[in-house]
């Protein structure tokens, strides 16, 4: 028998009562091996005499250990320490100073203050956004169902455990026939692989294609998250102008003569932020130019749904005889950001590498929403919802541009675009546009300073597909109001 008497140590002047100490006594040796499953303890007579105490003390405490589920009486038998303990709470390696973590690592790490720029987050204020989807409109219900389904789905078959690291099967087969009906891409399953949204497909391109101290050509102005990604990569930009027509072509060729370029990254079907068109002619010019100078031409079709006034010009990828076209695209602005649902299409050798990198990142994307989309595209789902986006988007946009011309006149130039879903909007210089953003946001209506695109433009982009057209009518009377006191 073990000696119960130096084991457990009472103080008989403590708050806690005695049977509590025992029992806490006794159910830390459990917990610390001490006393082993099965092992038989004192019988309540002879552990009170052991301790100096009643014997319902004892009983008390062993009452409360039975309660705890560290021990059992088995009838005729005695007290026994449980075979099953209870959950135990994992110990301290060492005592650890209290408090909460401290901020600051007991180890040297690398930062990159180029990363450290602020990040969008949604909310719920009146804003004209930087051209986002009412995200309102999608078919959630829809989605649920089919989530369910694949779940239900899931236990019967491999879905449930690591899946393929170029995306769930089902969603690459749909994507590749979406992308050939919509966009006349030639493409099949081996040339598509699904991300996390557009972001982590530009992150994967960065790391397969660049490498540090090659030069990526990108707009003046552009995407500059995508520019924070090719510097990470250790690429160097350089700019080229962006006119009425895009990129300025001869300027890449001129830029291509002077130096060895790896990358040139395009918005063609909306040029972000300006929203406009690269017209078919320099389309040609870029993709000869690309073969002529073996650069990749990385074309990011954010927005390519959604078009008003003409059909769309087809992406530069589906004329891509030399094969020097990674395509890029998302659902973020088809059907909601959070979601992070994206692809690149490219040459099949290139997708088995993007494959690999992105395993050691992320390992697979989320194989139940991947294969919950697929049952959206395969049911027509899809392509209801972006038929009926693409109507009430058609009607934001009309009224937002009319608003924008009666109710601010000259405050505002833009030209009305013909896709997407923002307006690229031109401040006269006398209103500055990070005082209007504050007294615009005071008065309930929140939209981007610029800033992040160009710090001396007093231009930004003015989202109107996420809002109806009464919030539409609010802002606008907001934009008035605010504007009205520099006028
Ligand atoms: C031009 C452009 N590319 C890429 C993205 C990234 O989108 P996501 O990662 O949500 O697909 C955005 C987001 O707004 C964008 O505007």
Known sequence: MLPFSSLIVLDKSAKSPVFIQIATAVAEHIRRGVLLPQTQLPGT??????LGVHRKTVVAAYDELLAQGWIETLASRGTFVS?????????????SPAGPLSQQAGFDFHTKPLLAVPVLQGSDALSFDDGFPDVRL???DAYCRAYRSVVRKGFRKKLLFYGQMSGEHSLRAAMTDYLRESRGLPIDLDKVLITRGSMMAIYLVAQCVLRPGDTVLVGNICYTSG???FKHAGATLQTVPVD??????DAIEALCQKMPVRMVYVTPHHHYPTTVMMPA???LRLLQLARTYRFCILEDDYDYDFHYDSSPILPLAGADAGQNVVYIGSLSKVFSPALRVGYVVAPAEVIEELARLRRIVDRQGDNLSEAALAVLFREGEMRRHLKKAQKVYHRRRNLFCELLKTELGTAVEFTRPSGGLAVWAQFDPAISL?????TAAANGLRFSDGIKYSSHLNATRLGFASVNESEIEQGMAILKKSISRYR
Not at 45 to 50: F, N
Not at 434 to 438: A, K
């Open 45 to 50: 007579r002879a552990l009170a005499a052991a």
């Open 83 to 95: 075979p099953k303990l209870p959950e135990v709470q994992p110990l301290a390696l060492e005592k």
């Open 138 to 140: 999608a078919p959630w």
């Open 227 to 229: 520019n924070l990604i």
């Open 244 to 249: 009425a027509r895009g990129l300025d072509v």
């Open 281 to 283: 002619e320099r389309r």
């Open 434 to 438: 990070s005082s209007l953003v504050q």
